[in-house]
């Protein structure tokens, strides 16, 4: 059984950092691309950062330089290190995975629960 975990959300003021997390388990982790999405209330689900199975990374233009995507093939985990956060950022994360790398989020085979990130000004 697949499972995707993710933790590390909250609540934070603008210009702080959290860490989200995402636990795998019940598949090939080392062989799926891993990504972090977000859907804020009103709006599409979009990519935030993707990972490939040889560590290469892509980030939305939005967070670019802000985020860091990394993952842990060893311990099947994903993470997700959000700094300089602004209000705009809030959503809730997920986190994804599939065999080979997209930016759209319904080629994602695999997700997690989402965990709630809110930024105030």
């Known amino acids: 059984q697949v499972q995707l975990v993710e933790s590390g959300g909250g609540s934070v003021q603008a210009g702080g950092s959290l860490r989200l997390s995402c636990a795998a388990s019940g598949y090939n982790y080392w062989s799926h691309c891993m990504g972090w999405f977000r859907q804020a209330p009103g709006k599409e689900r979009e990519m935030v950062a993707r990972?490939?199975?040889?560590?290469?990374?892509t980030y939305a233009d939005s967070v670019q330089g802000r985020f860091t995507i990394s993952r842990d093939n060893a311990k099947a985990t994903l993470s997700l290190l959000m700094n300089s956060l602004k209000p705009e950022d809030t959503a809730m994360y997920y986190c994804a995975a599939r065999i080979g790398c997209s930016g759209r989020w319904y080629d994602y085979n695999y997700w997690g629960q989402g965990t709630q990130v809110t930024v105030s000004s």
């Open positions: 990972i490939s199975t040889d560590g290469s990374t």
